[in-house]
């Protein structure tokens, strides 16, 4: 039973609708950055009948402010980031979005735990996590992260978490197994 659940990267929902519908007294906040992919979010939120959800229009990051968003420039891309590198070799192309870490967004919130976090933002989670760090010692939330293979950022990820006493899965067809 999820109380509170972030998820950063939310796309169109896919994830916040399973927690919205498994926890409907829990409260899910999804944060998506992409104004067309944000208007399907709402909308799906809206067709589901969610009055549980609260839907951020932006990205989650290591501080507050404005940074540029690379994505393709029509439709709804399935690949987008604040990061230039990982985009490379898809597109150039970008917008400025706001940027809020979780930790003002928890503490402007007034909200008391977290207990769930949801993260997959295409080679940022590092930053997300930076951005969580009072959140992550106060709540030790659940984290369930995309970790891109061949990539520092598992490295980057275990840094950040290691401290906390984390333990680490791979979701495997066969379930999780501890890596």
Same mark, same amino acid.
């Given at each position: 039973? *999820?109380?509170?659940? $972030?998820?950063?990267?939310?796309?169109?929902?896919?994830?916040?609708?399973?927690?919205?519908?498994?926890?409907? *007294?829990?409260?899910?906040?999804?944060?998506?950055?992409?104004?067309?992919?944000?208007?399907?979010?709402?909308?799906?939120?809206? =067709?589901?009948?969610?009055?549980?959800?609260?839907?951020?229009?932006?990205?989650?990051? #290591? &501080? #507050?402010?404005?940074?540029?968003?690379?994505?393709?420039?029509?439709?709804?891309?399935?690949?987008?980031?604040?990061?230039?590198?990982? =985009?490379?070799?898809?597109?150039?192309?970008?917008? &400025?979005?706001?940027? +809020? *870490?979780?930790?003002?967004?928890?503490?402007?919130?007034?909200?008391? &735990?977290? #207990?769930?976090?949801? $993260?997959?933002?295409?080679?940022?989670?590092?930053?997300?996590?930076?951005?969580?760090?009072?959140?992550?010692?106060?709540?030790?939330?659940? $984290?369930?992260?995309?970790?891109?293979?061949?990539?520092?950022?598992?490295?980057?990820?275990?840094?950040?978490? &290691?401290?906390?006493?984390?333990?680490?899965?791979?979701?495997?067809?066969?379930?999780?197994?501890? +890596?």
């Amino acid at each position: 039973q *999820s109380t509170i659940t $972030i998820d950063v990267g939310a796309y169109v929902g896919y994830f916040t609708l399973m927690a919205a519908h498994a926890n409907p *007294s829990g409260r899910v906040f999804p944060f998506e950055p992409l104004p067309p992919v944000f208007k399907r979010l709402t909308r799906n939120i809206a =067709m589901n009948g969610l009055t549980n959800v609260e839907c951020i229009a932006g990205a989650a990051g #290591d &501080r #507050d402010g404005e940074a540029n968003f690379f994505h393709l420039p029509e439709g709804l891309p399935t690949s987008s980031s604040l990061s230039a590198e990982f =985009m490379s070799h898809v597109t150039s192309h970008h917008s &400025r979005v706001l940027v +809020k *870490s979780l930790d003002n967004f928890v503490n402007e919130r007034g909200l008391p &735990r977290v #207990d769930l976090l949801k $993260i997959d933002t295409e080679s940022t989670e590092p930053l997300v996590l930076a951005g969580a760090a009072s959140l992550l010692k106060r709540d030790r939330p659940h $984290i369930v992260c995309e970790v891109l293979a061949g990539r520092a950022d598992g490295r980057a990820i275990e840094t950040l978490l &290691r401290p906390l006493e984390y333990n680490f899965y791979l979701l495997t067809p066969n379930g999780p197994v501890q +890596k």
